[in-house]
């Protein structure tokens, strides 16, 4: 059984782009207990997605296979570059959950078939419920109900990915909104029943503002394992 201390020492670890030293798919796997899915959330500015590519490029340069599926398209240009300029990593822009949900089931083996999919070790999403929070608003009561089921989707095929395969998703996320939150409770991931599909729930926040140039402070912890 992998134990918290464990997953405290993964997000403790130096997190230097291309570190060398020991498997980051291992450190993954480690975080979030197996061939599974986790997700990290919080609110804006908080690290979910430096925290993401910092893992993703590690990964590359352990010569592991990454799909990042940006769903914001909101990267700094120079995160673009390092994307798309690192060895085994596929970045793909998607503009809907549907898009979202039909690249991952395009990628989960089906044994019938001669022709397998193309093989990745880890796949992030980054975020979850970015398209559907952006209309969420302005929808009916049934069309939130359809775009909640749809985020559920995505968190549920990715587990049968990961589990089909050994691979591993990191998926990004927003908190619920303060409205309908008991007063002293907590937030949960966007998304509804969703999170019940994902093995490890990280939360995100930020413990520093930044000054003169350097860097926002934030920290990882675990939400629920």
């Not at 940006?70 to 970045?91: F, I, M, R, Y």
């Not at 690249?103 to 019938?112: E, K, N, Q, S």
């Not at 927003?174 to 509804?192: E, N, Y």
Request: aromatic share 6%; with cysteine; net charge neutral.
């Amino acid at each position: 059984m992998i134990t918290t201390p464990e997953k405290q020492a993964v997000l403790g670890a130096p997190s230097t782009p291309q570190e060398p030293g020991s498997d980051w798919l291992e450190k993954l796997r480690i975080l979030v207990g197996g061939a599974d899915v986790g997700e990290v959330f919080g609110d804006s500015g908080s690290g979910k997605t430096k925290f993401c590519l910092t893992v993703a490029l590690n990964l590359a340069a352990h010569n592991h296979r990454v799909l990042y599926l940006d769903a914001e398209e909101n990267l700094a240009h120079a995160d673009k570059l390092a994307l798309s300029g690192a060895p085994n990593v596929h970045l793909k822009i998607v503009q809907s959950l549907k898009e979202v949900l039909d690249t991952v089931g395009a990628l989960i083996p089906d044994p019938r078939s001669k022709k397998q999919p193309t093989r990745y070790d880890a796949i992030f999403v980054d975020s979850l419920g970015f398209n559907a929070l952006i209309d969420f608003a302005t929808m009916n009561q049934r069309e939130k109900g359809d775009a909640l089921l749809q985020v559920i989707a995505v968190a549920g095929s990715l587990k049968r990915w990961a589990q089909a395969t050994g691979g591993v998703a990191l998926l990004t996320n927003q908190p619920q909104s303060w409205m309908g939150v008991p007063q002293g409770d907590v937030r949960h991931p966007f998304g509804d029943k969703a999170e019940f599909a994902v093995k490890e729930l990280l939360y995100s926040k930020k413990v520093g503002r930044s000054e003169n140039g350097s860097p926002t402070r934030c920290r990882i912890e675990i939400f629920r394992s």
